[in-house]
């Protein structure tokens, strides 16, 4: 089965009742039982729920998984896989990354005494240098947020691997579109759901796929315990997003391609980040594992001055600038003050994310319009 048709159609059956097409909104919290522990495979909304079972089967489906996972975030999905290890336990992480994941990471999990190394993954063999005893989980994002940096999965998953340790892959910014880790060797593949696969700037979700039944078991188990799951009105909204998930990649990336090229080529910019282009570092390992190179730049103008960022911001029209990312609206940001402000400074510039770095997610406008509206800002 293609891409496009199993995002219409894998994992998601018609109603049994009705036949309806779209899955209910079953808007329930609990089921009605013939006798004590006889029913019908539902119980109580927070450990199931028919509307999210659907998006969970159609998730696997889509990353090529056995198990779908469905949170009431991004966070909370992330939160249950730290709650797969004890203290005394390290995980590895690479240096650029959402900065949600590193205030969760730190600010948290930390506190239990799990700890994180947070390290440059550009060259994985990077990583071997630190594994010990205590190493439990490896977690990377690729291209990572917000510097669009390329991971080798494929090598990542071999170091897990060789030290039994769990993959985790970050699929936010590609979406199983563009690359699906499990087929590369990642153990849990976790998602962002509020960006590119709901799609439109309406609901906030997260996911985690696996193909492991034990995996499966202990992770449910956390989703069940810890409670952080979502309402069926939104996975309603995320199986709706999904069977367009396709059409709007392949216009993210289009558009993507378009603005990168601009920005490239404009006069007052210094440097655009964006895996596409044949000089960025690593380029060669986003090729073989990715399909295309997705909608997410970063740029950084000449001066690197912080006001010329701001007043970018202020200028834009299409671009909106707010949190977030992969709506069919084009969005921008300003990591340092946004999205990463929970990442020390100086960390923040050890890995390359300078005060005045602008992000833009590129939406499914017409690109031309796209364009004009960052000459007109940038000037």
């Not at 949190?323 to 050890?350: D, Y």
């Amino acid at each position: 089965m293609k891409f496009g048709t199993k995002a219409i159609h894998a994992g998601v059956e018609p109603d049994p009742t009705t036949g309806a097409i779209m899955t209910p909104i079953y808007q329930t919290s609990t089921y009605v039982q013939r006798s004590p522990g006889d029913h019908k495979g539902y119980e109580y909304s927070r450990t199931h729920n028919p509307t999210r079972t659907q998006l969970q089967n159609a998730l696997a489906a889509l990353e090529n998984g056995k198990h779908g996972l469905c949170f009431a975030s991004g966070m909370a999905a992330i939160d249950a896989v730290v709650k797969l290890l004890s203290p005394g336990d390290e995980v590895i992480s690479t240096n650029d990354l959402y900065g949600g994941t590193y205030r969760i990471f730190t600010k948290i999990f930390q506190n239990y005494g799990i700890k994180f190394h947070f390290i440059s993954m550009a060259d994985i063999a990077n990583v071997e240098k630190y594994v010990n005893e205590n190493t439990k989980l490896l977690w990377v994002e690729t291209p990572t947020n917000p510097l669009l940096n390329i991971i080798d999965i494929k090598g990542a998953a071999a170091i897990a691997k060789k030290h039994n340790l769990k993959l985790v892959v970050d699929n936010t910014f590609s979406t199983p579109y563009l690359q699906t880790p499990l087929d590369l060797g990642a153990d849990i593949v976790m998602h962002s759901l509020t960006k590119y696969m709901g799609g439109h700037s309406d609901v906030v979700m997260g996911a985690l796929i696996v193909k492991d039944d034990e995996l499966h078991e202990k992770l449910a188990f956390i989703q069940n315990a810890s409670g952080g799951t979502p309402g069926p009105q939104d996975c309603f909204l995320l199986l709706r997003g999904l069977k367009t998930l396709h059409l709007r990649m392949q216009r993210h990336c289009e558009n993507g391609r378009k603005v990168a090229e601009y920005l490239k080529a404009h006069p007052k910019v210094e440097k655009v980040f964006w895996p596409g282009f044949e000089d960025h570092n690593n380029h060669a390992i986003a090729k073989s594992q990715m399909n295309d190179f997705g909608g997410m730049i970063s740029f950084v103008l000449k001066g690197d001055k912080m006001e010329d960022a701001v007043k970018v911001l202020e200028k834009v029209k299409y671009f909106a600038l707010a949190e977030s990312l992969g709506g069919v609206e084009s969005l921008c940001g300003h990591p340092a003050s946004m999205t990463h402000a929970s990442i020390p400074r100086e960390e923040r510039l050890k890995a390359g994310l300078s005060d005045s770095l602008i992000r833009l997610s590129v939406g499914v406008e017409d690109a031309e319009d796209l364009i004009e509206d960052l000459k007109q800002a940038i000037g």
